[in-house]
């Protein structure tokens, strides 16, 4: 599976963006996708997973209730919906996709997107 990361930008505080993430490949092998981000110099977070049918979703505590995933079957797309940004939230932030139920864990997820930037203003 290839994973295509878009929809990253430069957006002030209290703002919003949406992430798109487009599967291409054998995506009928893909159970679940993440996204997760990298802060400057810090380590590779995860930031929420949804299966890539639409099932469970998981979000980490530091998103929940403004970050939403979600996903078109269609057009093999998740979607990464980013409300209420906050400064903290400035990083690059990755897709990635496995052929199992992976959650938080980053070690699960056999193929990444290549990342796009994410930067919130004060």
């Known amino acids: 599976v290839q994973l295509q990361a878009s929809g990253g930008g430069l957006v002030q505080a209290g703002g919003s963006l949406r992430l798109s993430c487009a599967a291409s490949?054998?995506?009928?092998?893909?159970?679940?996708m993440g996204w997760f981000r990298r802060a400057p110099g810090k380590e590779r977070e995860f930031v929420g997973a949804?299966?890539?049918?639409?099932?469970?979703?998981l979000y980490a505590d530091s998103v929940t209730g403004r970050f939403t995933i979600s996903r078109d079957s269609v057009k093999h797309t998740v979607y990464l919906q980013m409300n209420d940004l906050k400064p903290e939230d400035t990083a690059v932030y990755y897709c990635a996709s496995s052929s199992w139920w992976s959650g938080s864990y980053s070690g699960g997820y056999g193929s990444w997107g290549q990342g796009t930037l994410v930067t919130v203003s004060s």
């Open positions: 949804v299966t890539y049918s639409g099932g469970p979703l």
């Open positions: 490949g054998r995506t009928e092998d893909t159970f679940g």
